[in-house]
DNA sequence: GCGACTGATGTCAGTCAGTGTCATCAACGT
DNA sequence: ACGTTGATGACACTGACTGACATCAGTCGC
């Protein structure tokens, strides 16, 4: 047994998502979610980078999932098809987990700082794909602006299926958006 | 004569690209701003909101020249056309400003927090763009992802802009960027 | 003219995010 | 035993940002 309580991340990580919940981020100090975790100030700081970070510690793992899911479509797959199976792998990782998702996304929604982040998330996303699709072959620019448009539009499909019901299945919203989306550029 | 210089939110707004440009965002220190502009601390918050938001002023003015160009659209173009109208429209801010630009995007990518305060105000682009689009009948979740894509698209050419030759026409470049997102999806 | 009012600024004290540095001490390997 | 390692605590410090109040040129009504 350690000298500590293990996992002291986690117990930081869900300290900051009650406490930004309960009385809102602004409302809220480190010194508070340090002390609930039970740990000191400082620790938090050499776990998470800033007060806006401890709620997206997921996001390395998302990354990887989109990569290797674009990588592994099949290689006569068409880019639209790649970047697809990239998406709705990404959006798989939420399945299940609607209410507790919906909980973090009103935390963010609330406050622009935490909104500001979510924005550099998703443009990490958005290179991360870029790269992958490159990997694939799929030229400049065509695979930054595939990358760009193809976050920007599981963004979308993500906020509708937050919104919708719970039973709904992540993956076929994100489809769809995507499908919606083509149709703007086929008919011109 | 007024009791003291006038401008000062201009005068901040140079002082503080002046020195970010010159000794990097986070080596500058609001103090040192005012200082350079001959206002106090407090006075540079009187003007803007945090020390990123100094070098944004303008983005109030971009809404609306993108919005009132996709409203100026022909009533019988298509979305995708009047997108391209508000696109171009908002590269034309930027036509003849190549050298400023580049110095101005320079310093934002040289920092993580500006960078991140940037793709916030892209996102309120998007809005705008897509209450424009709506405001033209266009449905969501059409508009939205339109929107979203448009300003994705907007932003890598403006990017290949400023990476290419001064002489090279903003808007043309934009326009070339959302044939080629068209292509993708056209091509399937 | 003159007093009330306004608006931009200065002054000052305070909170809190974030950093650098050194000390502590269980666990682990040798 | 003994030195090393790694996570943590303790503490001082900088700098962004806020709230409250004071100042005073210009302006307006009379």
Redesign the pocket.
Known sequence: ????EPD?GGRLARAALELYAERGYEQ????EIAQRA??????F???Y????EVLFGASDEMYEVLASAVGAAPPAATPLRALTAGLVALAGIFAEQHEHARQRQAVIAANASLRERELTKLAAMATALADALRRRGVADPAATLAAEAGIATFKVGFELWLAGPEEADVTQVVREALDELGGVFARG
């Open positions: 047994m350690g000298r500590w002291a809220t100090t480190v010194a039970g740990v000191t100030e400082r620790t700081f050499r776990h980078a800033d007060k806006r």
